[in-house]
């Protein structure tokens, strides 16, 4: 059976899958669909019967669960061959052997709980501060571009290309910012950010592009404070880079 897997919010850029048709085409192929969820799940709404995928992924630490624990939805009535990763118990009707981490479990469902709550007053609010970062480092750092801009994005995730200025050499500038020059997943990987070079950014763009994330804990003055360090740390390498730098 075939199962077509698709990440519903990119990790880098924050653009956000048009899964609709990618579960039409799907279905009509005879395809379940699978989507990883992980950047997504408590940051916006989730409706499964409205998203109609088969499976769905999720971790806790994205909001603000305790890290090494997530959950897969599996949609009632799917028959999908498997083979466990962990082996040697019939626990969770075959799909995982092993005593549940019941602390973890719990932690995701308080964690959850306490997500939904604050769901609609969240998602403005972090929109406002990452309008905000992206506003003022375009504005004054010019050819600055935000990758993805045009496509529906989540709210808390931006990738920003800063031309002349490696990502590395930015983040070595301002240690006191929590950025990276591309996913989480693939921080310090040598090679540039295949999701960069498949949207058509040049390996030197794709190497002058850094994330910044944020979430409900973040503040309007970590974010000012993130802006002015930024602009120092970019300014600085691009004229390093340029040989323009005084004695």
């Known amino acids: 059976m075939a199962v077509v897997s698709v990440m519903l919010a990119n990790n880098e850029t924050g653009a956000l899958a048009d899964l609709a048709s990618v579960v039409r085409i799907a279905r009509a ?9 992980t950047q997504y799940v408590g940051r916006l709404p989730v409706d499964l019967d409205d998203l109609d995928v088969d499976l769905l992924s999720l971790s806790a630490h994205k909001f603000g669960g305790p890290q090494g624990v997530g959950a897969l939805f599996v949609r009632r009535g799917i028959s999908l061959p498997h083979r466990p990763l962990l082996v040697g118990g019939g626990h969770e009707k075959g799909w ?3 005593t549940l981490n019941v602390a973890g479990i719990v932690g995701m469902g308080a964690a959850a709980e306490a997500a939904r709550r604050q769901l609609g007053d969240e998602a403005p609010h972090i929109t406002k501060l990452r309008d905000l970062l992206e506003g003022e480092l375009l504005a004054q750092l010019p050819g600055s571009h935000v990758n993805g801009a045009r496509a529906p994005r989540l709210p808390g995730v931006t990738s920003i290309t800063f031309p002349g200025a490696p990502a590395d050499a930015v983040l070595a500038s301002m240690p006191a910012i929590a950025a990276s020059d591309g996913s989480a997943c693939s921080a ?24 910044f994330s944020m979430g409900y804990a973040t503040t309007e003055q970590e974010i000012r404070r993130a802006i002015d360090a930024t602009l120092r740390a970019v300014t600085h390498v691009q004229t390093v880079m340029s040989g323009t730098a005084g004695p």
């Open 188 to 211: 310090g990987a040598p090679s540039p950010s295949h999701v960069l070079l498949a949207m058509g950014l040049s390996r030197e763009a794709a190497d002058s592009t850094i994330r």
């Open 96 to 98: 995982r052997a092993g």
């Open 29 to 37: 192929a005879g395809a379940l669909v699978h989507s990883d969820a």
